[in-house]
């Protein structure tokens, strides 16, 4: 597919007015995107968990107005009016205005609120796009009232994508690919996809127990992480790298190889981190408790031989990532050990998700 398939076709007229909501998880890398090109394509391949308890609703209000030359809306975070999300959301509205063009004939209320706590440290960026990616699709599927189901996830992904790149990744569980990979076939640069392959039961049920290590703003947003790899010095080698990591997961995903996952899984977080550091600015992320947290679980690996192991997003949190089998150890372990190192004792227990939920709106 191309962009091209995602330009508007739509049959019917446009609606009055209307409401539609969704729910959106969040998703946690094992393969990590760091680094795009031009119109978020990014620089190599990359797989997620779709997450579970982390999720974003959405609900989008809509009312046709007069005037078409600029965007309307209000926005909302847990019923207060958000300002500062505002600019965020008018880029969006700007990048897909060209395959969504009904985006200018309303004006829209969007409410929106998440279920992780508001300053976590957590992103609200991929399950946030994806919630409100998903609404403007449910909208322009009231104007195409037979648009295939498998489209309708695609398109919104590929709008998702535009808003932030791996918001493409929160919307179909309980693995996605993003990203064009020989080896996987329908895999694209332009939208999510969900693995196509059969997974091995070890991954089935598999947890994500966040430590929230920092809760505060990001010191580097990502959107300045990705550009940092324009000229990086080890860009290419990277982004072989990921490449080959993801080939190596799909046999691992395969075989259930626990051993091998945690050493694919550990190298990507530490290596995103190491490009950071190795940016022009370098910066870190990490804090001191990160590097506590990731001792401990090495610790604990090598006296229990337990198949626990962690991973990063672009902050200081650290996910741990560990099979439904050896679930009541690690939540002992983190309970135990762990907790000293998070901001305030916070830590959000969350698992593998089977993806994006329409709401249904109540009748007043
Ligand atoms: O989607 P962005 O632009 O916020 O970038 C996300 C980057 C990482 O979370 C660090 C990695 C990933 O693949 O999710």
Not at 16 to 31: D, M, Q, R, T
Not at 327 to 342: M, P, R, T
């Amino acid at each position: 597919m191309t962009e091209k398939d995602f330009l508007p076709k739509h049959t019917e007229a446009l609606p009055e007015s209307g409401k539609v909501a969704w729910k959106a998880p969040s998703n946690i890398a094992l393969v990590k995107y760091w680094g795009k090109k031009e119109n978020q394509i990014p620089a190599n391949p990359s797989i997620s968990f779709t997450l579970d308890a982390c999720a974003t609703r959405t609900t989008l209000s809509f009312q046709k107005k007069e005037t078409t030359s600029k965007f309307s809306f209000d926005l909302y975070l847990d019923g207060k009016p958000k300002a500062d999300f505002k600019p965020k959301i008018e880029v969006f509205f700007d990048r897909i205005a060209e395959y969504v063009p009904f985006v200018k004939e309303y004006h829209f209320v969007i409410e929106t609120s998440n279920s992780f706590p508001h300053s976590s440290g957590i992103a609200s960026s991929a399950s946030g796009m994806s919630a409100l990616a998903l609404c403007l699709m449910d909208l322009e599927r009231q104007m195409q009232p037979n648009m295939d189901p498998s489209f309708f996830m695609r398109k919104a992904s590929f709008l998702a994508r535009l808003g932030s790149g791996s918001a493409c990744r929160s919307l179909e569980g309980d693995l996605v690919v993003w990203g064009k990979h020989e080896s996987i076939e329908g895999s694209s640069n332009l939208f999510g996809l969900k693995y196509p392959f059969k997974v091995h039961d070890n991954f089935k049920h598999y947890h994500d127990t966040i430590l929230l290590v920092d809760k505060g703003e990001k010191q580097v947003s990502s959107t300045v992480g990705h550009n940092l790899m324009h000229g990086h010095p080890f860009a290419k080698e990277r982004f072989k790298q990921a490449y080959q990591n993801l080939t190596s997961l799909q046999a691992i995903l395969k075989s259930g190889d626990l051993a091998e996952f945690v050493k694919v899984v550990e190298s990507e977080a530490l290596t995103l981190h190491a490009m950071m550091m190795s940016s022009n600015p370098y910066f870190i992320l990490m804090k001191p408790n990160t590097l506590e947290i990731i001792n401990k679980i090495w610790s604990f690996r090598k006296e229990t031989q337990m198949p626990v192991c962690f991973t990063l997003d672009a902050g200081a949190n650290v996910h741990v990532l560990y099979p439904e089998s050896i679930k009541e150890s690690v939540i002992q372990f983190v309970q135990d050990e762990l907790v000293a190192h998070c901001d305030n004792g916070h830590y959000i227990c969350d698992r593998i998700g089977t993806g994006a939920k329409k709401l249904i709106i109540p009748k007043k």
